[in-house]
């Protein structure tokens, strides 16, 4: 029904229901220039007709009826989430205060008592009528808000996950050797997360709302190096100490450029709080050997202490343009010895755990022949 509609009443559906076949033919008559009306002598009936598809308006209920009487009819009523909105008034010859209280209690939104006076009848009616027609036009625009608010929040996570993925593919595209790497380590970041988030050092940090906010970062870990030079970045061979100096710069490029576009916003974006980490801390070792601050132990961000292996594992099962890959066992062998030194102790152990979990993700996101051929290719081009 329309709020807006000054013919709103004529539109307006009620159900009486009266055991009564001339209190019937009262309401009818008092009514029927108005409204449409639908007619009920029982109970039964009228929990029927109530929750058809021609669902009334409003429900003139009589209390005294054999069988189903009017309050068990109310209770149902009020009990079907088909007819829980339809405002019910009783009609009943009682008096007494508490059975109108009753009434109430049931859900009733009014109790017009015996004789019926056609003037009160009609007032009290068009009142209800306005009442659930206003009702029903804030639901719908509650409901239609609701969907709103929903699909523009699927919008912007739709964009927050596109941009993440084409940065990443940016930073990706300008280093030869990575392929699938960005997909296989958001992947191990992942099950590692969900290994680590019911244990004690982890389960405050690694909540499913944070499991999820890692698995869209990761992919932001190496988005520094779009800032690396390509001599340095494509460089086939080992790095002088000079260059390596330089790539570690890629931590801090990262980090920057997450926190530039933050600023040009003029807003610190949550979900960016773990990309900003990953990027920047993601080469730090447990030792406080790593860079680029030398931090050591906690003071390691967890979300950078995860992407960490999954950074490493992937480097050693993968193929270089250079080298061939390394056995899945012989690279579990190597970070089960860096356990205490390069990476914290409880993630290493979460890990040798999950191995088959990573091992299997390397082989679903394996780099083909042509990816390499590609990159080949791209080295060339770039006469490196």
């Not at 030869?176 to 050092?201: C, E, F």
């Amino acid at each position: 029904m329309n709020l807006d509609d000054s013919s709103h009443e004529a539109k307006a559906r009620i159900l009486l229901v009266d055991d009564s076949h001339d209190n019937l033919e009262l309401l009818q008559g008092l009514l029927q220039d108005h409204y449409d009306l639908m007619l009920a002598n029982d109970g039964a009936s009228a929990l029927a007709m109530a929750a058809s598809e021609t669902r009334p308006d409003l429900i003139l209920l009589d209390v005294m009826m054999p069988g189903i009487d009017g309050y068990e009819v109310c209770q149902r009523l009020k009990g079907n989430p088909l007819t829980q909105p339809i405002p019910v008034v009783f009609l009943t010859a009682r008096t007494d205060e508490a059975d109108e209280q009753r009434g109430v209690d049931l859900g009733a939104v009014d109790y017009i008592t015996k004789p019926i006076r056609g003037a009160v009848l009609r007032a009290r009616v068009r009142t209800h009528i306005t009442l659930k027609a206003a009702a029903d036009f804030l639901r719908d625009k509650t409901v239609f808000l609701e969907s709103e608010v929903a699909r523009r929040t699927r919008e912007v996570v739709a964009i927050q996950d596109v941009t993440t993925l084409a940065m990443a593919s940016l930073a990706e595209t300008r280093d030869a050797d990575t392929g699938n790497h960005i997909r296989r380590t958001q992947r191990y970041v992942k099950v590692l997360a969900w290994k680590l988030s019911t244990h004690p050092r982890f389960a405050a940090v690694l909540t499913p709302q944070a499991i999820g906010l890692l698995y869209k970062s990761a992919p932001l870990h190496d988005i520094g190096k779009v800032g690396i030079p390509d001599r340095i970045l494509l460089k086939p061979g080992k790095l002088s100490g000079e260059e390596f100096e330089i790539m570690k710069t890629h931590t801090t490029l990262g980090r920057n450029a997450i926190l530039h576009a933050e600023r040009e916003m003029g807003v610190e974006v949550e979900f960016l709080t773990f990309a900003k980490e990953i990027a920047y801390s993601h080469q730090e070792k447990w030792d406080g050997s790593g860079y680029p601050e030398g931090l050591a132990g906690e003071q390691i961000p967890v979300s950078a202490r995860l992407m960490a292996l999954a950074d490493v594992y992937d480097a050693l099962i993968s193929r270089r343009v250079y080298r061939d890959a390394m056995p899945h066992a012989e690279a579990v062998r190597i970070i089960g010895l860096t356990r205490g030194k390069h990476f914290d102790p409880d993630v290493v152990d979460a890990f040798l755990e999950v191995q088959d979990n990573f091992q299997a993700i390397a082989i679903a996101y394996s780099d083909s022949d042509a990816d390499m051929q590609k990159k080949a290719q791209y080295l060339e081009m770039a006469k490196i």
